[in-house]
């Protein structure tokens, strides 16, 4: 059974910084993709970051760009988003997301989140 | 970017009824286009990928249709398991953005 599990959520103040994991168990974590997609409270999905198979392609939000960083540790089965310079309006659910067989990247299984909140 | 729109923003149906919701991306995006259902409280569900193709263990009552950038999720017999925000996302290319969803609930 696949699963992902997140952790690293938390209070944090303007300009400070908090760092998201997830572990995957039940696939071979190395060879997909893997994402983080986030929701602001009572709000749509949007799309933060993904990070290919390989580590070979990153990419970023552009509101995220310059301050998040998307890393995996394939020996630990592991997806990292650490998070500097947080704004109030980075406050939402953050999932890991596995993307789709073929380093594809719509998201077939999703983790239960990390609720990261940031006010001062 | 591409922008994606949905349409409605929310509709309410009766159980049985047939449902469809529109997506629409302001460029091709080659059919990379996935659905999501969102039950309340729950996670994201991947439902359709590669704009009609049913992700495994979906319920068949759910299809999805079109191409290029206009597209379709549609529920033949709506039931009330299926109340819920439906969201479409293009991942042709970045940003893998969303739609702003649909919530669907019964009459």
């Known amino acids: 059974e696949v699963q992902l599990v997140e952790s690293g959520g938390g209070l944090a103040k303007p300009g400070e910084s908090l760092k998201l994991s997830c572990v995957g168990s039940g696939f071979t974590f190395s060879t997909y993709s893997m994402n983080w997609v986030r929701q602001a409270p009572g709000k749509g999905l949007e799309w933060v970051s993904s990070?290919?198979?390989?580590?070979?392609?990153?990419y970023y939000e552009d509101s995220v760009k310059g301050r998040f960083t998307i890393s995996r540790d394939d020996a630990k089965n592991s997806l990292s988003l650490q998070m500097n310079s947080l704004r109030a309006e980075d406050t939402a659910i953050y999932y890991c997301?596995?993307?789709?067989?073929?380093?594809?990247?719509?998201?077939?299984?999703w983790g239960q989140g990390a609720l990261v909140t940031v006010s001062s | 970017d591409i922008q994606m729109t949905q349409s409605p923003s929310s509709l309410s149906a009766s159980v049985g009824d047939r449902v469809t919701i529109t997506c629409r991306a302001s460029q091709d995006i080659n059919n990379y286009l996935a659905w999501y259902q969102q039950k309340p409280g729950e996670v994201p569900k991947l439902l359709i990928y590669v704009a009609y193709n049913l992700q495994s263990g979906v319920p068949s009552r759910f299809s999805g249709s079109g191409s290029g950038t206009d597209f379709a999720l549609t529920i033949s017999s709506l039931q009330p398991e299926d109340v819920a925000t439906y969201y479409c996302q293009k991942y042709d290319s970045v940003p893998f953005t969303f739609g702003p969803g649909t919530k669907v609930d019964i009459k």
């Open positions: 997301a596995r993307g789709f067989w073929g380093n594809r990247y719509n998201f077939d299984f």
């Open positions: 990070i290919s198979s390989g580590s070979t392609y990153i």
